[in-house]
């Protein structure tokens, strides 16, 4: 078994296109939702922002994070979500009528942001770099709508730290390297954002990393795309089906025993602009 032999045909593109598969894309966006709160506040808490600051948050979803942002810093200022999905958009717009929050949504690409220089105080993105096709080029662009001595933070998966207990530890290696490589377009970005910063006019770095664990296998399951990594793993014939087989109902049996482990490092950076 190699798992370097595996070839790419990955969930990022899924999320290029959120329009085609709304639903999921909505079941999913509010099942980590629930399960981050806590590593989703603290990265707000890296903003530093209060009334009256002008926010920006990239790929921003169902909206729940931009709203959480507008409440901290209403009346006075103001936050504005972006994402590629229009879908994503219309359902973000509905779940914050009535709310009186200074919050707005707009279809923009994270590539080309439609802003001019330094329009904000602060710009956050979370588990978006991961999925896009130049993330450098996107957290420049955070970098450019950010005025001098604003912040920016970013929050990221490094899918190559997932871990899954329970069977054949080959397959397992198999099937974390497919979600790393093959399921995600960035699957280390979040080891490398840290560096991102330093390199693109950030000083005043703050480096929070996080795990994310369960001991349910169905949870598991939904966040790290464990069925449809096996799946690839068996269609590039790095496992056979009955190994992989073998493999899925020892998770199965050492879930129903209370014994899984599955877990991904999250990494949250949070730093200051500073033009040269």
Known sequence: MNSRDIKRNDLSEEWSNADCNAPRNTEYLSLVAELGASMKSAS???????????????GCGLGDDAAAIAARIA?????????????LIAEAEKRVAGR?????????????????????????????????ED?????AEMVRVTRCGGRVVALEPDWYTATISGGDLAIAEAVRTCCARQRVRNGS?????????????????????????T???????????LQESLQLVVGEKIADASAAKTWWNALSESNA?????????IIIVGGTVRRP
Not at 75 to 87: A, E, F, T, Y
Not at 257 to 265: K, Q
């Open 189 to 213: 970005i979040g080891r490398k954002l840290r560096d991102l910063f330093a390199a693109t006019n950030c000083d005043d770095i703050n480096v929070e990393p996080r795990v994310f664990w």
């Open 100 to 132: 009186k929050l200074p919050l707005s949504f707009q279809v923009a690409d994270a590539h080309a942001l439609p802003f001019v220089d330094a329009t904000f105080d602060a710009v956050r993105v979370d588990r978006v770099l991961q999925h896009l």
């Open 44 to 58: 707000i808490d890296l903003l530093r922002v209060a009334r009256g600051a002008k926010v920006l948050e990239v």
């Open 135 to 139: 993330p450098v080029r996107a957290f």
């Open 75 to 87: 009346p006075d200022g103001s936050v504005i979500g972006i994402d590629n999905s229009k879908s």
């Open 257 to 265: 025993a209370g014994g899984l482990y599955c877990s991904v490092n």
């Open 215 to 225: 001991s349910d296998l169905e949870t598991a399951d939904k966040v790290m795309s």
